[in-house]
């Protein structure tokens, strides 16, 4: 069959976008590597995902919360940390002078809930943010204002070298594993 010139520009064309779909499975690929890549990246995803998602619940770094942390022990307890991960996941670590409620016992007993009301502030944290964001916003349901939700909780809490009571942290899920640094995995 003879090839007729006004097909070679189609041709060119359909190889222009096979290249570029191609290129773009390429980068695809490689994003995805970098994901999964490890601790810090997959805590970074996490603390991009949950402000986004809870728009409504003020988030602060770990490095904000390791400060009031530290306002706590130079004085009276201004900052109440609450850990509301399972019995499990508190057993393996937590951070030191932390409060324990889990999610699915909210909401906390009287004397806890006191404790709340009468604290200058309140520190949510669960292993990477997603159940602290939704008791953030139950406890501001409740009247407690100045609720913070710690973005990327106890892994990014951990990673970064703050005190907790165990060596390891609980993963939550086997899934999640990959976002705390490996010498922090049970």
């Known amino acids: 069959m003879i090839e007729k010139v006004t097909d070679r520009p189609r ?15 390429f ?20 603390q991009i995902y949950l402000p986004a998602r809870f728009g409504d619940v003020e988030h ?5 919360a390791h400060r009031m942390f530290q306002q706590n022990s130079d004085g009276p307890e ?22 324990h409620c889990p999610e699915d016992s909210f909401p906390p007993g009287d004397e806890l809930m006191e404790k709340l009301k009468r604290a200058e502030s309140v520190v949510v944290y669960c292993a990477a943010g997603y159940r602290s964001a939704r008791v953030c916003r139950r406890l ?18 951990a990673n970064q070298g703050f005190p907790i009571t165990g060596e390891k ?13 490996r010498e922090l995995r049970p």
């Open 11 to 25: 041709k060119r064309k359909r190889a222009l976008v096979i290249g570029l779909v191609m290129s773009g499975v």
């Open 140 to 157: 501001a349901d409740k009247g407690i204002t100045q609720v913070y939700n710690m973005n990327g909780s106890i892994f990014a809490w």
């Open 78 to 99: 201004k900052t109440v940390f609450l850990d509301v991960r399972t019995a499990g996941e508190w057993a393996v670590s937590h951070i030191p002078g932390a409060e």
């Open 27 to 46: 980068m695809l690929a490689m994003v995805m590597a970098l994901l999964l890549a490890g601790d810090i990246v997959g805590v970074g995803m996490a």
């Open 169 to 181: 942290v609980h993963p939550y899920m086997e899934s999640s594993a990959w976002m705390l640094k």
């Open 60 to 64: 602060i770094s770990p490095e904000s």
